[in-house]
């Protein structure tokens, strides 16, 4: 949605409210974009940044384990004599 600046002074706060809501909003002065209403994104708190961290290493550690030994990975491309078969 596009409102010049001139009407927006009048319904700021529904502009506001609108953005905050996901509606792009932008101001035009003389008929060209000037400025676009966005809502701020919180920052995470320490606690909710630790929760997501320990998370992701957790699951990474539960993959890990999942899958084939690395070190053993690439014993098909050898004989039992420990020479290329």
């Known amino acids: 949605m596009q409102v010049s600046v001139t009407a927006a002074k009048g319904q700021l706060t529904e ?14 002065r003389h008929g060209h ?31 890990a384990k999942a899958g084939p030994n690395a070190a053993r990975s690439q014993d098909f491309l050898y004989g039992d004599d420990g020479l290329p078969g």
């Open 15 to 28: 502009l506001v409210r609108r953005a905050e809501a996901g509606d792009e909003v932008v101001l035009t």
């Open 33 to 63: 974009a000037a400025v676009r209403l966005v809502p701020v994104k919180v920052a995470p708190d320490r606690k909710s940044r630790r929760t997501l961290l320990e998370a992701a290493r957790t699951s990474g550690f539960s993959k």
